[in-house]
């Protein structure tokens, strides 16, 4: 809690502690006090009613001609109010005046003080400490309901900042695209003189975990500058109004610290393509937008800001926000190829003790497709294996272990499965290897495994490519659904009947069959057309088909789907029935081993290929 929110929880208890004991002097005060002989004395003449005994104390009330008794007694004017007490001093003759009188009284045991005070205090307090929940209920980190429109931008200064382009891997191309911007914040007049300008802002894209965040700050750093970093998701709030404040807050904050950088994450979620809103009225979101639109417009870039904002879906951006003068420059911050992986591991490796038998380029072949945090976490995890097992070094066993619980999950050695079952899953694995052998050479089989892993994983054969491919021809398709199929044959040669093993072999088979048809044009029958379009650009989201497709064309193209696989499924069960003699041989040593990689693996299926 802050210094001035504490003064002000102190002065509130303190008044109303003072208002408490002001009501209750005021609630004991309030009587005319009169002697006990004053007191008989209008008693006998009539004056009183309503008397109430207590212990020490008689309280009772006045007729309107008492006063003139009382100022007969004390033989000066006396004004009196409603209600009078004295004291009681155990007189047994009070009790027969007053029956004689017919005058109403009543007994009562002394009150405690504490009970009067807690009477008047307490509810004052219940409504205290009931404002207070309230207050810190609504209360954050931030400043709560009380600064709701106030930015929640973090701002970092130059101190702070540790990150530089040494600790970025994996990422030249999006590099260099930046080293403009240091640039023009180290020395902004060597542009200036010549009349360039800077682009206001710039938009990394790229797949989750490519580190557009770590390049925004390595920026920063480079420039030593301060660095003001806020998430799109903070911008937005249920309240009307508060968005459009916020954006206006950011923007005032960095004018007063310029020359600096501020980052938007994520920045789609207040980004989004305007539209008509379901509820008939422009939603909270696009007045956001439209008053980081204006500020854009309306910011001075010689003041020295820039604006570095990331997203992975720039699909859905308003084209509002991409024309230039606002965000001019799109950086692509991709997957990271086979160099960049291997620089993002040493980077990473950096800190860690390796072993000498630790190769960064085999580890780097076996994680394609794979980002800078996904190494990251592979690397952390080796060591962690590292340590448990109480080692000096980390070494290419824990890699290899690393790798496998990353991709295909943790080892179950204790899962039991029946002998059956397990001859079932190694002549299964055998099956996928032969045919990875043979149909995919470039793709040397690196490791073929029975042992459980993760939720459904039974077993499975790793393949390292020897090259990046970033296109694959019509043959090099089939021949992957030729290695999914081979598991299942397998299956179907030795026991003459399948299982459900195959299960996301035949997934994965069938969506390359659909692909090749519908998005590649690879069919005779249907030509170079494609009949799909990518949902998101580097999210893996399925594909969405046109719903403009006639019957005859669905049926065409279910047909060639189906010839495909049926063509790759007799081809691979060609191979293997040629090749039954190896696949029992590597079947029976997987029974033995559970794992075979290396010169054994080597040996059984490439002795007659080289």
């Not at 207040?270 to 008053?291: K, M, N, W, Y």
């Not at 099956?431 to 052998?437: K, L, P």
């Not at 999914?484 to 397998?490: D, E, N, P, Q």
């Amino acid at each position: 809690m802050k210094k001035n929110q504490k003064l002000l929880f102190i002065l509130l208890t303190t008044f109303f502690l003072l208002l408490s004991l002001f009501l209750i002097e005021r609630d004991l005060y309030r009587y005319d006090k009169v002697t006990y002989f004053e007191f008989k004395t209008l008693l006998r003449e009539g004056k009183v009613q309503d008397v109430v005994i207590k212990k020490k104390e008689i309280y009772g009330k006045f007729l309107e001609s008492a006063a003139d008794t009382l100022s007969q007694i004390r033989k000066t004017p006396v004004k009196v109010g409603t209600y009078f007490k004295t004291v009681y001093p155990d007189d047994p003759e009070l009790f027969k005046l007053l029956e004689e009188k017919g005058i109403n009284y009543e007994v009562k045991p002394d009150s405690n003080l504490w009970v009067t005070v807690l009477s008047w205090v307490l509810p004052f307090v219940l409504l205290f400490l009931f404002w207070i929940f309230l207050l810190r209920r609504f209360a954050g980190p931030d400043g709560g309901i009380m600064s709701i429109g106030k930015s929640k931008a973090k701002v970092y200064v130059e101190k702070e900042i540790k990150v530089t382009f040494q600790d970025v891997a994996g990422v030249d191309e999006a590099v260099e695209e930046l080293k403009e911007i240091i640039e023009y914040l180290k020395n902004p007049q060597k542009f200036v003189r010549l009349g360039a300008k800077i682009p206001k802002g710039v938009l990394l894209v790229g797949p989750p975990g490519t580190g557009k965040t770590l390049l925004a700050k390595a920026v920063a750093g480079e420039a030593d500058v301060p660095f003001i970093s806020i998430s799109g998701s903070s911008f937005v709030e249920m309240f009307v109004g508060v968005g459009a404040a916020r954006v206006r807050d950011l923007f005032a904050q960095a004018e007063a610290l310029a020359p600096c950088i501020i980052f938007i994450d994520e920045i789609d979620a207040v980004g989004r393509v305007r539209g008509i809103s379901p509820t008939g009225g422009a939603e909270e979101r696009e007045h956001t937008l439209t008053q980081l639109l204006t500020e854009m417009d309306g910011f001075d870039p010689k003041k020295g800001v820039i604006i570095i904002a990331a997203t992975n879906r720039p699909e859905i951006l308003d084209p509002a926000l991409l024309r230039p003068g606002r965000f001019d420059r799109v950086v692509v911050v991709d997957r990271p190829d086979l160099k960049g992986r291997e620089a993002i591991l040493r980077l990473h490796c950096r800190e860690i003790k390796l072993a000498p038998d630790v190769d960064l380029k085999v580890i780097a072949a076996r994680t394609p497709g794979m980002v800078g945090a996904e190494l990251a976490n592979i690397v952390n995890e080796a060591a962690l294996l590292a340590a448990r097992k109480g080692k000096d070094a980390v070494g290419m066993e824990d890699f290899e272990e690393a790798i496998d619980r990353v991709v295909a999950g943790l080892a179950r050695k204790s899962r039991y499965l029946s002998p059956e079952e397990k001859r079932r899953i190694a002549y299964h694995e055998a099956g996928h290897a032969i045919c990875a052998a043979v149909f995919t050479p470039k793709e040397k089989v690196h490791r073929v495994s029975i042992i459980p892993r993760g939720v459904a994983a039974l077993g499975y054969t790793l393949q390292l490519p020897e090259e990046e491919k970033y296109l694959l021809t019509k043959e090099e398709l089939l021949a992957k659904v030729c290695v999914l199929f081979g598991g299942r044959v397998a299956e179907e040669l030795v026991f003459g009947e399948v299982s459900t093993g195959a299960q996301n072999d035949l997934e994965k088979a069938t969506e390359i069959a659909r692909a090749m048809v519908l998005d590649y044009g690879m069919s005779e029958v249907l030509g170079p057309q494609t009949f799909r379009k990518r949902e998101h650009l580097f999210l893996d989201v399925p594909f969405k088909e046109r719903e403009l497709v006639s019957e005859e064309t669905a049926r065409l193209i279910d047909e060639e789907i189906s010839k495909i696989l049926k063509s790759c499924y007799d081809k691979t069960k060609e191979l293997l029935q040629a090749e039954r003699e190896k696949l029992d041989r590597m079947a029976e040593l997987l029974l033995q081993k559970e794992v075979l990689e290396g010169e054994e693996l080597e040996k059984i299926l490439y002795t007659h290929n080289s």
